[in-house]
């Protein structure tokens, strides 16, 4: 079954989309064609139509893959904010070091963050959960400040809102909780390093934009800035079933759901 269909139409089908030059959709579309459609070449015309519309309509970047081979780019060297996709990455240094031995993603947080332990339901948390985002913890939508003093200590001291497991809570603050933990395991490295070492590094990315706070701290959440190639490394990991970062096992851990889908708060 192949991964991305013939773009020949795509112009009209983004028109009937609804589509806004204002919409976020429209600042960088990515076209990315796995290896099963090696023996199905897309139609360079189709390919020329989609850029073309993507430029009438204010788009910053366009840029085609197939098989690990650049089609059609603009704007290559121009990069943009990626807001929320930064998450994306430290999501794989996750999965990395679960794949390391040195976390276990159903591992209570409490087990590392001692102080955790005096509350009932913040003794319940793991780290799967602050990475699903219900962990009930509160959002603290403030840490994403660039001048925050420490952003984990706030995120540690942060309330819980809802019973772990229970609501989807988007957020900062469960990421930083996640990153005083991977700190407290990591013994010769910061997790920034590990970052740039097990993932950047392999994907032929180097230092990012962390935004750190005043105690160092980076923010997870948000603050990348990419080139339209450089983002499209994480559609190609998903192409690639997890290479060459994690394996194909560790990657299918994002493809499952929570208990909390469907139950939102904010």
Not at 240 to 260: D, F, M, R
């Amino acid at each position: 079954m192949k991964r991305c269909a013939d773009l020949s139409g795509i112009a009209s089908l983004l028109k009937l989309d609804g589509l806004k030059p204002s919409s976020f959709g429209m600042l960088m579309l990515v076209l990315l064609a796995g290896p099963l459609d090696a023996t199905a070449p897309l139609d360079s015309n189709a390919v020329k139509a989609a850029a073309e519309y993507s430029a009438r309509h204010r788009g910053v970047s366009f840029l085609a893959i197939q098989d690990g081979r650049t089609l059609l780019e603009q704007n290559a060297k121009t990069p943009y904010k990626i807001y929320s996709g930064t998450k994306a990455f430290w999501n794989l240094a996750a999965l990395a070091a679960a794949q390391d031995g040195l976390i276990d993603l159903d591992e209570r947080i409490a087990d590392t963050i001692t102080s955790w332990r005096s509350n009932s339901r913040k003794a319940q948390v793991t780290i799967r959960q602050l990475l699903d985002f219900d962990s009930g913890l509160d959002p603290l939508f403030s840490l994403q400040q660039t001048q925050s003093g420490d952003r984990n200590a706030a995120a540690i001291g942060a309330r819980i809102v809802a019973e772990p497991g229970s609501f989807f809570i988007y957020g900062p603050a469960a990421l930083q909780v996640f990153h005083q933990v991977l700190k407290k395991k990591l013994r010769d490295q910061t997790p920034t390093h590990f970052l740039e070492r097990r993932v950047l590094r392999r994907l032929g990315l180097g230092r990012q934009r962390y935004l750190e706070d005043r105690a160092g701290n980076p923010l997870l959440a948000t603050g990348w800035i990419l080139t339209a190639n450089h983002w499209a490394k994480m559609g190609q990991i998903i192409l690639n079933y997890g290479a060459p970062v994690i394996s194909q096992k560790s990657l299918e851990q994002c493809w499952h759901g929570t208990s909390a889908n469907g139950r939102t708060r904010v």
